[in-house]
């Protein structure tokens, strides 16, 4: 089975460092998005891309959030400086949309714990 | 306001029961409905999506969609202690900022054996 593969798993970091999580999106699907996951707010909708160019990014804090896809087989999200109340669980998913539903696969996930 | 919203739960039932999952949305624009499927520690995956109103079934599960009342439904007939997940609807438009996919906070459901 094809799968959406997210780097890395698991972190834990300090405050103020940088964190990059990486996605690698499923061969041929043209969707690729960002969700951060905590218990409090579900999942919430951080980027989007088609075709690698972003549609949407207004659920990311600009200041300190950043997304990107350098090619068709790389999704990177980033922040810098990190908070601890940016500890969640954040994952990329991947999709082929054209008119009709977005449908999509998600990765594992990347654990992150700011400290 | 949250253009999804979805009772978290948690949502316990004993083995056997019918399971009503349910979220209301405010964008009309929302044209495709879909429920995914949350295990622990794992990331959501597709059980099933329907288009405009009216319902789907997909062996024990059901969707519903009323969009006069903006308001969606998965039932879920003998349930199983298998189906102890958390369930996220999730919908997107296709005008717009086509394609862009909205998920409730999602509702944790327990089956007891």
């Known amino acids: 089975d094809a799968r959406v593969t997210q780097t890395p798993r698991h972190k834990v970091t300090e405050m103020g460092q940088e964190v990059t999580m990486r996605c690698q999106p499923i061969?041929?699907?043209?969707?690729v998005f960002w969700y951060r996951q905590t218990m409090m707010q579900g999942l919430e909708l951080l980027a989007y891309?088609?075709?690698?160019?972003?549609?949407?990014d207004s659920g990311m804090p600009k200041d300190r959030f950043s997304a990107e896809m350098p090619d068709a087989t790389l999704a990177t999200l980033k922040i810098q400086p990190s908070e601890p109340r940016d500890s969640a669980v954040y994952f990329c998913?991947?999709?082929?949309?054209?008119?009709?539903?977005?449908?999509?696969?998600f990765g594992a996930g990347s654990r992150l714990t700011v400290l | 306001q949250k253009e999804v919203e979805q009772d978290p739960g948690p949502l316990s039932v004993p083995e056997g029961a019918i399971v009503s999952l349910n979220c209301t949305y405010s964008n009309s624009a929302f044209q495709y409905f879909m429920w995914y499927r949350q295990y622990s520690r794992k990331g959501p995956e597709l059980l099933m999506y329907?288009?405009?109103?009216g319902n789907k079934e997909d062996g024990r599960f059901t969707a519903q969609v009323d969009k006069s009342s903006k308001y969606i439904s998965l039932f879920i007939r003998d349930s199983q202690p298998s189906d102890s997940a958390t369930y996220l609807c999730a919908m997107n438009g296709v005008s717009g900022n086509t394609g862009k996919l909205i998920f409730g906070q999602g509702t944790t459901l327990q089956v007891k054996p």
């Open positions: 061969l041929g699907h043209n969707t």
């Open positions: 329907t288009y405009s109103s």
């Open positions: 998913a991947s999709g082929l949309y054209t008119s009709g539903a977005n449908v999509l696969t």
């Open positions: 891309f088609r075709n690698r160019a972003p549609l949407d």
